[in-house]
C-alpha cells in the first residue's frame, strides 16, 4: 500500500492540482500510513491541530480568522520537504469561528506542491463529509480538484 501511495504522490506531481486525500480506515491507521510515507520520503508530518493551534491561541479571538490563512502557509513553508507536504489532524480547521472552507485551505496550498492529507471525516457515495449534518462543523464536499486514497483497515 505504501509502494501505490508512493508512486501516487510521484503521478499527481505533474497535475494543477495535487491533493491527496487519505480516508477509509481508522483515523490513527490513517496517521500511521501518513507518517510511514514521511518516513520513506524524508518528509515529516505537520500536525495543523497543534501547530496551528498554537500560533492562534497567541492572537486575540477576533483577529485569528484574519490571520489563520497566512499562519498556516507559514507553517506549510516551514514543514514541506521541497515540493512535499505531509498534513495531519486537521479538525482545527473546521472551527466555525475561523470562517474557513477547509477543503479549498487544503487544494490552495496543492497548487503550490502535491499535499498528502489525512481526511479527518468519511467518504459516502463519492461525497466527502465531516461531521454529522445538523453539526456547527458539518461539511459536505465532491470530489473534483483531489484524488482520494482508501487505505485498507486491515492492509
Known amino acids: 500500500m505504501i509502494e501505490r ?3 501516487l504522490v510521484t503521478d499527481v506531481a ?3 492540482s495535487k491533493l491527496i486525500l487519505l480516508l477509509g480506515a481508522t483515523p490513527s491507521r490513517n496517521s500511521a500510513v501518513l507518517r510511514e510515507l514521511g518516513a520513506r520520503l524524508g518528509a515529516g508530518v505537520l500536525n495543523v491541530g497543534a501547530e496551528l493551534g498554537i500560533r492562534l491561541a497567541s492572537l486575540p479571538q477576533k483577529q485569528r480568522p484574519l490571520d489563520v490563512i497566512s499562519e498556516l502557509r507559514d507553517l506549510a ?5 521541497g515540493d512535499l507536504l505531509l498534513l495531519d489532524h486537521l479538525e482545527l480547521l473546521f472551527d466555525p469561528s475561523l470562517q474557513l ?12 506542491r502535491s499535499v498528502v492529507a489525512v481526511w479527518p471525516g468519511q467518504l459516502r ?7 454529522e449534518i445538523g453539526h456547527p462543523e458539518f461539511r459536505d464536499y465532491g470530489l473534483n480538484g483531489l484524488v482520494p486514497f482508501e487505505i485498507e483497515t486491515n492492509g
Open 101 to 112: 472552507d477547509p477543503l479549498n485551505v487544503l487544494k490552495r496550498h496543492a497548487h503550490a
Open 77 to 81: 513553508d516551514e514543514h514541506a520537504k
Open 5 to 7: 501511495l508512493h508512486r
Open 14 to 16: 505533474s497535475l494543477h
Open 125 to 131: 457515495d463519492g461525497r466527502l463529509t465531516y461531521a
